[in-house]
């Protein structure tokens, strides 16, 4: 899913592409895209975009007469910039903006049609799509800490949780926790202001460097590829790979249809996290540490393992 240094990359992309074209039509593919039929689709035709923001993962298109269009990506959807009058690609596509400019081509992959857009008209209906979350890139630690600890969950998922933190997703807390050195599964009622403090600044300085890094890196050509799996990324994606701080191999938890990286050096003083198949699958053979899992591991390579006396 793209997330707040991802979302951040597109604006940089479409506000020199868009900002001041006149949208000359909006081609709709895909009947699930659309979520909103009042104003019509219709009523856009011919309106000029004004300013493109972002709230939270959704981007924000500001037209004429306080309309506003609100796309949200979700997990596989992307643009693509094209000459104008570009096809729709068959399978993947869902919308087509025509403009004077180009063509911008909304696109997601796999056979779930999550991505959205809505067309609202004032700021209070535009602010009704808000999740509510912090802005940590703007925030206080003291606004941080309250976003935080206003309910009790793990670290991961109040991170991840729009209503309480703003942008954050899968990909970007596992780099957060690693850089602040916290363990995802600590509840956020047990955290110090210390730790608070850690954990607001490495945020920051994640997401920031983050964000500097893809814009640099795209310069004044449109992004062709956003993912959440890059190599240059400490824990996400890094399973079995050597931790860059202390060479300790990244391990993972699976949950769902998401997965949790961590270093147990780094992150929980050597402490293995209980996957929750593997643990109710081995029980107490579960090793408690990384020491106990390569013995573990020692032991399942032994030709002699399972082998009946």
């Given at each position: ?102 063509t911008l081509i909304l696109t997601e992959a796999g056979s779930k049609r999550r991505a959205s857009m809505h067309i609202v008209r ?82 920051i300085r994640v997401l920031t460097e983050w964000r500097d890094a ?96």
């Open positions: 899913m793209p997330e707040l240094p991802d979302i951040e990359l597109y604006l940089h992309a479409l506000r020199p592409r868009l900002i001041g074209q006149q949208i000359e039509r909006i081609r709709i593919a895909s009947p699930f895209l659309l979520r909103t039929y009042d104003p019509p689709l219709s009523h856009i035709n011919g309106l000029t975009i004004r300013a493109i923001s972002r709230l939270g993962k959704r981007i924000v298109w500001h037209l004429d007469d306080h309309l506003f269009i609100v796309i949200h990506l979700m997990i596989a959807g992307r643009f693509r910039w094209k000459t104008t009058g570009a096809t729709i690609p068959g399978r993947v596509g869902l919308a087509a903006f025509d403009v004077g400019s180009g004032g700021a209070e209906a535009l602010a009704a799509l808000n999740p509510g979350g912090l802005d940590v890139l703007t925030s206080s630690v003291d606004d941080f800490a309250h976003a935080l600890t206003s309910e009790n969950h793990t670290l991961k998922r109040a991170l991840t949780d729009p209503h309480l933190i703003d942008g954050i997703g899968n990909a970007y807390s596992d780099e957060i926790l690693h850089a602040a050195r916290l363990s995802p599964l600590t509840l956020t009622s047990r955290l110090t202001p210390e730790s608070i403090a850690t954990l607001h600044a490495a945020a893809l814009i640099a890196e795209a310069g004044d050509r449109f992004p062709e590829k956003v993912t959440a799996f890059r190599p240059e990324m400490v824990a996400h994606g890094k399973f079995g790979q050597p931790c860059r701080v202390c060479g300790t191999p990244i391990q993972r938890i699976r949950y769902a249809s998401n997965e949790v990286h961590y270093c147990p050096t780094c992150q929980t003083g050597g402490k293995l996290l209980a996957d929750r198949a593997l643990s109710q699958l081995l029980k107490k053979d579960w090793p408690r540490s990384f020491e106990e899992l390569e013995q573990f591991k020692a032991v399942r390579r032994d030709p002699g393992f399972g082998r009946k006396l």
